[in-house]
């Protein structure tokens, strides 16, 4: 009989399997990061935003650097321009300030000139100053045909003052920026600054620029007031010393016409009285003969005669003033007018020691004269120069010369002073004045002699070295 050897004690249990405490792995699933990697991440992480934060607190600390530099020079460009009222320094400083903040290559400044028809260039940099001293641009736009805002900072096309901004531009490509100093919508002046071609504008530069075109444009607008009033008030000032001389002028106008009248009215009255009275003698009878008689009638003729020539001066005068008097000049030979000079001339009243000498004409050519305007003239000369002749001689002289001949009138007589012939062509002016001087005579004469010779083209002078040392008169008279 067969038996199995099978034991008879209970079967053993086999060990349990040990379970894992986390989830049961699924198929195709990455095997889990360690947490020391994920750890590593977020640290590269945080270093990468601190990185950046700390590179864009450089960038602010300094964009707030440039600006604060910026505000400090525009606080010391606003006290600078505050004490000035010269457009020059205005300009110089905005100029200064474009250049050295801004690195612009080259810079203009322009203002409003010329009564406001152009802006002219006052100032420039990194050009030669004929260069930018040429660039003279026209008012109210400084680029005609040209759509431009003029009130607005902008680049300039490159079209834009292509003939006139030449120089400005350059040749290493810059283009042009346009800042306006605008103040009341009156276009004060500009600044134009030539840049690279990639610059760009930062926000707070734009903003400084905008801060200095105010500051830049009250101050020209100011200039140009302080300008204004300043030429204002020299104008016053000239028109009030204007015045003032005027003024003076009346005064001694007004002094010498007084005068003129007294001593006229002395100078009629004198000729009348002789006249009165030898009339008066003649009619009562009372002379002793015939001869006698014609005596008193030959002197009342002469004072008739003197008070013609007196009232004839006044008449002139007052044609003179109101510019009716007329010449009307023509070919005429001096020889003939001396000759019928001097008989005239040579029965003037003289003092037994004074000469009359005459000169020898030859052959002068004719001149353009009115005969009878010149033949007054000329005894008015004569007359003048007898009366004041003491003791000595009176000559006439001619001269010939380019285009005109000059006529002296020379005496030995009282002279003239420095002072006198200031003002001796002056009307109612007597060398001597006064009225106990010792020579009448209204004063008129020279007056209307300088009036005839200036309207027959001629002209008259007179030079004396003192009181004491004679005179010359010298007219002269264009040759026909």
């Known amino acids: ?38 750890m590593l991440v977020e640290l590269m992480q945080a270093q990468r935003q601190l990185t950046q934060a700390m590179q864009e607190t450089r960038e602010l600390k300094a964009k707030l650097g440039r600006r604060s530099h910026q505000m400090q020079v525009l606080q010391q460009v606003s006290e600078i321009l505050a004490a000035t009222s010269k457009g020059g320094q205005v300009v110089s400083v905005v100029l200064d300030v474009l250049a050295q903040e801004f690195h612009c290559q080259r810079a203009v400044v322009w203002t409003l000139e010329d009564g406001g028809v152009g802006y002219v260039p006052k100032d420039g940099n990194g050009l030669a100053r004929p ?38 531009r350059g040749t290493d490509g810059a283009q042009l920026f346009f800042i306006p100093f605008e103040h009341q919508l009156l276009l004060l002046g500009f600044a134009i600054l030539a840049l690279p071609a990639d610059r760009h504008w930062e926000e707070e530069d734009l903003d400084s620029i905008t801060i200095l075109q105010r500051q830049a444009a009250i101050s020209l607008y100011n200039a140009w007031l302080f300008r204004d009033l300043s030429e204002q008030r020299d104008a016053l000032q000239r028109q009030a010393l204007e015045l003032e001389r005027v003024n003076d002028a009346l ?48 002197d009342s003729y002469t004072s008739g005669q003197h008070l013609l020539g007196l009232l004839n001066d006044i008449l002139d005068l007052a044609k003179i003033e109101s510019g009716k008097l007329e ?24 003092r037994p020691n004074v000469e009359l000498f005459w000169p020898d004409l030859g052959d002068f050519p004719e001149v353009q004269v009115d005969p009878n305007r010149l033949k007054q003239v000329l005894l008015n000369l004569l007359s003048n120069a007898l009366k004041f002749t003491k003791e000595g001689s009176v000559a006439v002289q001619v001269e010939r010369h380019p285009g005109h001949l000059t006529l002296l009138v020379v005496d030995t007589g009282i002279g003239v ?29 020279l007056v209307i002699c300088k009036h005839l010779l200036e309207m027959m083209g001629g002209t008259i002078g007179l030079s004396s070295e003192g009181l004491g040392k004679g005179s010359t008169l010298r007219i002269t008279m264009p040759i026909a």
Not at 10 to 37: F, H, L, M
Not at 327 to 350: D, G
Request: charged share 20%; aromatic share 6%; hydrophobic share 35%.
């Open 327 to 350: 010449v009307h000049p023509e070919p005429f030979s001096l020889a003939i007018l001396l000759e019928e000079v001097k008989p005239i001339a040579e029965a003037y009243p003289r």
């Open 251 to 298: 005064r001694e106008a007004d002094l010498l016409k007084s005068e003129f009248l007294a001593l006229t009215s002395h100078e009629l009255r004198t000729p009348l009285t002789g006249i009165l009275g030898f009339t008066r003698l003649v009619m009562d009878g009372l002379y002793d003969d015939a001869e006698e008689m014609r005596s008193m009638l030959q």
């Open 1 to 38: 009989m067969s038996s199995s050897n099978q034991s008879s004690g209970p079967k053993p249990i086999p060990p349990a399997t040990k379970a894992s405490s986390g989830p049961k792995p699924v198929a195709g699933a990455q095997p889990a990061r360690p947490q020391g990697a994920e």
């Open 417 to 445: 002073s420095a002072e006198a012939q200031a003002r001796l062509f002056q009307k109612f002016a007597q060398a001597e004045g006064g009225h106990s001087r010792e020579f009448g005579g209204t004063g008129l004469g």
């Open 131 to 168: 260069d930018w001293s040429a660039l003279s641009l026209p008012a109210p736009n400084p680029f005609p045909g040209t759509p431009l805002v003029l009130f607005q900072s902008q680049w300039l096309d490159s079209t834009c003052g292509a003939d006139s901004l030449g120089a400005l």
